[in-house]
């Protein structure tokens, strides 16, 4: 996607009680032109590509310093099935998936080898399913996951991650469009480490869960 830097992002507002076809149209082309899109989810809103396009993928890397050799990254799913095309789900991690999804939480996984290599430098994934209208038909339109990345907030200004139009301005020039779908949370997602035979919560969000 190459747009000029002069030009402020677009933002486009999608009602989520209804997200408009012709909207979410626009959306996925410019995703699958490589384009960088902040999204809202059921917790922060969060900054996307196709994440299956790696170049668009070391962009959002670099955007928020993040070494993928060192850290996990994280995919938008829209249901289950898409899960476990790109990631390893064991029964007793599918059975708790189940249980949870849609809803605010990031699963760890073993990637599968329908991911670019850039997921599997450290054998692992995070997947969400969101419980936000928007993120999944999003996904489900463009026919694969969305890499998502949190859009970061202090706690003395937690709106920072809430309010799209302050996002807006915060972003100008980052990335291509903004997806105005109301005002977010400002909590994250709760992650749950599912990569081991004994899952573990390494962040507790805004999601509650008990485990196996």
Do not use: W
Not at 19 to 43: A, C, H, M, W, Y
């Amino acid at each position: 996607m190459n747009r000029n830097i002069n030009q402020p992002p677009v933002t486009v507002k999608i009602y989520p009680d209804n997200p408009s076809p012709k909207e979410i149209d626009r959306v996925v082309r410019l995703l699958q032109d490589g384009g960088l899109v902040i999204f809202p989810t059921d917790t922060r809103y969060a900054i996307g590509c196709d994440a299956l396009n790696v170049r668009a993928v070391e962009k959002i890397c670099r955007i928020k310093g993040v070494d993928p050799r060192k850290s996990n990254l994280s995919v938008v799913c829209c249901d289950l099935s898409g899960v476990s095309r790109y990631a390893r789900v064991g029964n007793a991690a599918f059975k708790l998936m189940k249980g949870c999804l849609p809803g605010p939480f990031t699963f760890i996984l073993p990637a599968g080898g329908e991911l670019p290599k850039i997921y599997r430098n450290r054998r692992e994934v995070g997947v969400r399913i969101p419980a936000h209208p928007v993120a999944r038909e999003l996904v489900r339109s463009l026919g694969h996951p969305l890499l998502s990345m949190s859009v970061p907030c202090s706690r003395e200004e937690p709106e920072e991650a809430a309010d799209p139009e302050l996002i807006h301005e915060r972003y100008e020039r980052l990335v291509d469009l903004v997806v105005d779908g109301g005002y977010g949370d400002s909590e994250g997602s709760t992650v749950v480490d599912c990569t081991s035979d004994e899952f573990v919560i390494t962040r507790q969000g805004k999601g509650i869960v008990r485990l196996p």
